[in-house]
């Protein structure tokens, strides 16, 4: 494959699988208007995280590394994993390169695991509401749809969207990029769940820095 088409196909792949997203007339959060995003993190808590918190986030971006692995599939750098109020958690993470389907982000997936598992949307709605989502990036529209459907209670989430544009800006100068400024975590904390992000950001940065340049072949730190 020329250089050029792989890279225009990881460019796309990880700006289409990231925590981008889109400012629509309409779908922006009163609170969190379009125009004064920019691409400064929108920051929903500032309080320093727990321990549990730390833990689990942590979890969470060891997950999207581990995702990226050939034996995973070779996925996006995009974890997420859920806990209950019980302890009882599940992992998963971004599956798009592995089925070549564009809606597996890591928290669809982890939804999906759920609901597959036992759990009923209706029947344990108690358990839900009391559930954090740890995911390590910013959950984009379509997860951001998916929580809230699910009536999860609360998302924790480690680099911002406007940071991972930022990175993807580093490696792709000359494109335009889909950091379209406006919050899906805006749109969440404007219905009451709570939202608290970003945090562990140069964590969750690294695993990004990571793929791209193992993915462009330059600079790629797991050479030998
Ligand atoms: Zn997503």
Same mark, same amino acid.
Request: with cysteine.
């Given at each position: 494959?020329?250089?050029? &088409?792989?890279?225009? +196909?990881?460019?796309?792949?990880?700006?289409?699988? %990231?925590?981008? !997203?889109?400012?629509?007339? %309409?779908?922006?959060?009163? #609170?969190?208007?379009?125009?004064?995003?920019?691409?400064?993190?929108?920051? =929903?808590?500032?309080?320093?995280?727990?321990?549990?918190?730390?833990?689990?986030?942590?979890?969470?971006?060891?997950?999207?590394?581990? %995702?990226?692995?050939?034996?995973?599939?070779?996925?996006?750098?995009? %974890?997420?994993?859920?806990?209950?109020?019980?302890?009882?958690? =599940?992992?998963?993470?971004?599956?798009?390169?592995?089925?070549? @389907?564009?809606?597996?982000? #890591?928290?669809? !997936?982890?939804?999906?695991?759920?609901?597959?598992?036992?759990?009923?949307?209706?029947?344990?709605?108690?358990?839900?509401?009391?559930?954090?989502?740890?995911? &390590?990036?910013?959950?984009? =529209?379509?997860?951001?749809?998916?929580? =809230?459907?699910?009536?999860?209670?609360?998302?924790?989430?480690?680099?911002?969207?406007?940071?991972?544009?930022? +990175?993807?800006?580093?490696?792709?100068?000359?494109?335009?990029?889909?950091? +379209?400024?406006? &919050?899906?975590?805006?749109?969440?904390?404007?219905?009451?769940? @709570? +939202?608290?992000?970003?945090?562990?950001?140069?964590? &969750?940065?690294?695993?990004?820095?990571?793929?791209?340049?193992?993915?462009?072949?330059?600079?790629?730190?797991?050479?030998?």
């Amino acid at each position: 494959m020329r250089n050029t &088409s792989r890279r225009e +196909i990881l460019k796309q792949g990880l700006l289409l699988t %990231g925590g981008a !997203t889109l400012c629509q007339e %309409g779908f922006s959060a009163p #609170a969190t208007p379009c125009e004064d995003q920019g691409t400064s993190p929108k920051v =929903f808590n500032i309080e320093p995280l727990s321990d549990v918190d730390k833990k689990y986030l942590k979890r969470a971006i060891e997950i999207a590394e581990m %995702g990226t692995q050939p034996e995973s599939g070779s996925n996006y750098p995009y %974890g997420a994993l859920i806990r209950f109020e019980n302890g009882d958690t =599940f992992e998963a993470w971004n599956t798009v390169a592995k089925h070549g @389907d564009p809606t597996r982000h #890591a928290e669809m !997936t982890l939804l999906t695991k759920v609901f597959n598992q036992g759990m009923d949307w209706q029947r344990d709605r108690g358990r839900l509401k009391k559930a954090t989502i740890y995911a &390590s990036a910013e959950p984009c =529209f379509m997860c951001a749809g998916a929580i =809230f459907w699910s009536g999860i209670g609360r998302v924790v989430y480690g680099i911002s969207a406007a940071q991972l544009d930022e +990175i993807y800006k580093e490696y792709f100068p000359d494109t335009e990029h889909s950091q +379209i400024p406006a &919050s899906a975590m805006g749109s969440l904390a404007a219905v009451g769940i @709570d +939202i608290n992000g970003p945090h562990l950001i140069e964590q &969750s940065s690294e695993i990004m820095h990571h793929n791209i340049r193992s993915q462009l072949g330059k600079d790629n730190p797991f050479k030998k």
